[in-house]
């Protein structure tokens, strides 16, 4: 049975959101996964978001729990990682980097094909470079920072924005964006 995290910020929005929602359809469709959720900067025990229950509700799924801050255990107990952002993957990651083969964002996840991974792949090497480079007082070549370039304006988005403190509306697109790399992710599984 393949094990699935989701990953945000606090764990009361979109990484609830995507547990209760592939759970569902999961279970409907006879996928089976153990799914779970935690935040990179959150407590156990925060009440997600009335707005993330009143989506989920529009869409006939339940959601029971509270938000639980990522741990060591939840990394290596997971055979896959999904976070929300490309933020939440590079900090999850400068905490765990024996993580580097099963966290991707969400979308990258669902929505990328080979080429598009490859780019998504030499563009991190790139940015690991860079960082490297900073803190020895150094920078990117030109050419690496042409190739930097060409790779952010060639790879498509993969963040779903956070609605924290936002509309019902807000939250609304937020689920239905989830849903849809959801449907994808059943497909890839």
Not at 50 to 75: C, F, M, W
Not at 85 to 96: D, I, N, S, V, Y
Not at 172 to 179: L, M
Request: aromatic content about 4%; overall charge negative.
């Amino acid at each position: 049975m393949k094990r699935i995290l989701f990953v945000c910020t606090g764990n009361t929005c979109r990484s609830p959101m995507a547990e209760a929602m592939l759970k569902d359809m999961a279970d409907r469709q006879g996928v089976a996964l153990e799914i779970r959720s935690a935040g990179v900067s959150t407590i156990d025990g925060l009440a997600v978001s009335r707005y993330a229950i009143e989506s989920l509700r529009e869409k006939n799924i339940q959601h029971r729990g509270a938000s639980r801050a990522l741990t060591g255990e939840a990394v290596e107990w997971a055979d896959l990682i999904l976070t929300m952002t490309a933020g939440h993957k590079r900090g999850l990651l400068q905490g765990f980097p024996e993580a580097v083969d099963k966290t991707h964002t969400l979308k990258e996840y669902a929505h990328q094909d080979d080429t598009a991974l490859a780019d998504i792949q030499e563009l991190e090497q790139l940015y690991t470079e860079m960082h490297m480079k900073q803190a020895l007082g150094q920078q990117l070549s030109n050419a690496e920072r042409s190739k930097l370039l060409e790779l952010e304006r060639r790879i498509p988005g993969t963040d779903i924005a956070d609605p924290f403190g936002g509309t019902m509306e807000m939250y609304r697109s937020c689920a239905n964006e989830i849903e849809e790399g959801l449907r994808k992710l059943l497909g890839k599984l």
